[in-house]
C-alpha cells in the first residue's frame, strides 16, 4: 500500500516537474539575456491558461488547439515587450527596475483577467477529463500525462533551438558574453528580444498544460511566481540545465512531501530550498560564472 | 554663495515648520472621522514607506516583500497582548525587536548575492508567511482572522480613538524620518550610499558592504514591524491575506519611488499622494479588480519615465531657474595657462616674503 502510494507521488512529481521544467527555463533565458528577473512569467502563463478556456468555451475545440495562436502571439509579446519597455530602462539599474516593470505588467494582467472574466474559478471540461489509466499500480490521469508531453516535447525543442541553429549560438553567446558576441557581429538587441520571445513563448505552452487539469482563476499566478524563482535560484541563475534538473528534484520533492505534511505545508520545500541554497552555495548548485555575479 | 545658502535654510526650516504645524493640525481640521480615519491609514503607509526607504534609498536594494516585516510586527503584537497578557506598547516593542532579530538570518541569506536573489527572497517571503499564517489556524487563527484586543479602554470613542492613533503614527513616523536622516548625514550613510552607485567600488575602497547592508536592512525591518504593529493596535482586526499581501509591499515601492527615494520625505509625499488615491478609488469605485490595473499602470510609468522620483524632478526644476552652478570649470585653456604662470610665479614671491622677513629680524 504504502509503496504504490510512493510511487503514485513520484508518477505525479515527475508529470508536475515536466511543467515546472519548461517554464523555469523560460525564467531563465529571460535572465540570461537580460538580466532580468521576470515576476510577470507566471502572470503570462495564467493568462494563456484563461485563452485556452476562452477558446475552447467559444468554439467547442480542444484547448490544444489554442496553442496555434497563443505561441506566435506570446512570442511577438515577448519581442515587443523587450524592445518597448525594458530595453528603455537604465543598465545601472537595469535587474531592480525590470523586476517593478515586470511586477506592474503581472499586476495589469491579474487586474485585467479579473475584469473581464470575473474572479470567479474556471475549468475546462473535456470528454477525457477523468480518464486515467494504470502503470505498475500508481495511477495516471490523461489530462497529466498530456500536459508533461507537451512540456517536455517543448524543452526539448528549446534544447534543440538553442543547440543547434544558428540562432540558438548566437543567443547563447549573447548570454554568455554580450560584448564579445556583438564583436563577432551578433546583433546582440534583436537576439535578446527573440530570446524574450520564447521565453514568453514557454509561458503559452505552459498555460495550455495547465488549463487542462486544473482550476483557474485571476490570482492563481502568486502560486506560480514564488516555486518558480526558487526553481531558478536552487538551479543556478541563467543555467537552464540546472533549472530543468531543479525542477524535476523540487517538483518530485513537493508530491512526495504531500503524503506526510498535505498540499499546503508540501509547498514550503520550495522556500526552505531556496533560503538552504542562499546560505550554502549563493551561485546556486549548477550555475557557472554568471549566477555568481548576481 | 553663503548668502543664498543661508537664504535656503531659512526656507527649508520654514518649511519644516509649516509642515509640522499642518501635520499636527490635521485632526482638528479634519470634518468628520472618517477623514480622520482617512489620515491615520496615510500616516500609517507614511511609516511603511519611510521604513521602506531605509534600505531602497541607500542600498538602491529593492524590496517586494516588507509586508512580510509589517505583518509579522502586527501579528507579534497581537500575540504578545493575547498569549502573554502584556502590556500593549511594551508588546509592540518587543514585537519589533523579535522581527528586527528574524531579519538577521533572512539578510544574510538574501544579502550575500547582488540585486537579484534579494528581490526573490523578498518575495518568497512574503509566500511562505502567508502561507504559515493561513495555515497556522491554531495559534494565529488563520483565515478567520485575529482580533487586537484595543490599547485604549471602552471610553474612549472612535474619534478619539483615530486621533490618539494619528499622533502616535505621527511621532513614530518622526523617529523615523530622525533616523534616516541622521544615517544620510554618517560616515554609515556614505558607505550605504556608495553601495548604490556602485558596490563592486565600495568594496575596494574599503567599505564592509555586506555588515553595512545587514545593519541597514535590519534597521528597516524594525521600523517596518513597529508600523505593523502601531496599525494592527489601531485596526484592530489581523487577516493573513490582508497583511501579507504582496500588493501593501509593493505600496511602499510605488510611494517611495514616486516621491523619490534619495531624499528624506520622498516616501512620505508618495504615501500621501498614493494613500489619497487608494482611499479615493476605494471609496469611488469600490473593490473591484480594477485598481491593480491602475497601480500596475502608475507604476510602470514611474519605473519607465521618473525613476528619481516627484521631489528630484521638481528640484531640477527649480534648479533651473537658478543661477548656473555648473560642476565643469568654465574656463578657457588662455585662462587655464595664465592661472599656472601665476601659480609658478608664487614660490618666488614666497621666497622674496621669507628674505624680507629675515631682513626684518635682524
Redesign the interface.
Known sequence: MSGSLILQSVVLGVLLGGLYALLAAGLTLYFGVMRVVMIAHSAFLILAAYLAWYFTSQTGLDPLFSLIITVPLFFVAGVVMQRLLISRLRPATLTMMSVLLTFSIALVIEGMLGFIFSGTQRRIQLPYSGTSFEVFGANIAVVKLIAFVLAAASLLALYLIMKRTRFGQALRATIQHPEAARLVGVNTDRVAGYGFGLGLATAAVGGTALALDSTIYPSLHWHWIGPLMAIIVVGGLGSIPGAAIAAMVLGIGQALLQLPLGTTWAQTIFYVALFATLMLRPQGFFGGRLAQRF | MTASRTVNRGVKIVGLLALIALALAFPSLAPDPFILSVGVVIMSYAVLATSWNFVGGFT???S?GHAAYSGLGGYATALLILDAGLNPWVAMLLGAVGVALLAVPIG???L??????F???S??LV??ML??F??WGSVTGGSNGLRVPRPFGPEVLRPEQHERFFYLHLALLAIALFTWWAIDRSRFGIGLKAIREDEDKAEALGVPTFSYKLAVFVVSAFFTALGGGLYALWFGFLDPIFQFS?LVG?YM?LMS?LGGIRSLFGPLLGAVIVGYALEFFKAQYGD?????????????LV??FM?DGIIPAVGQLVARFRPQAASIREQTQAELAAQRRGEASEPDRDDAMAVSGEEARR
Open positions: 538602491g536594494y529593492i517586494l544574510i541569506a538574501s550575500r548575492v547582488r540585486g537579484a536573489s528581490v526573490i527572497v518575495i518568497a509566500l511562505i502561507l504559515a493561513q495555515s504582496i509593493s515601492v519611488l473591484t479588480q480594477f485598481h491593480l490595473v491602475a497601480l500596475g499602470l502608475l507604476l510602470a519605473v519607465l525613476p
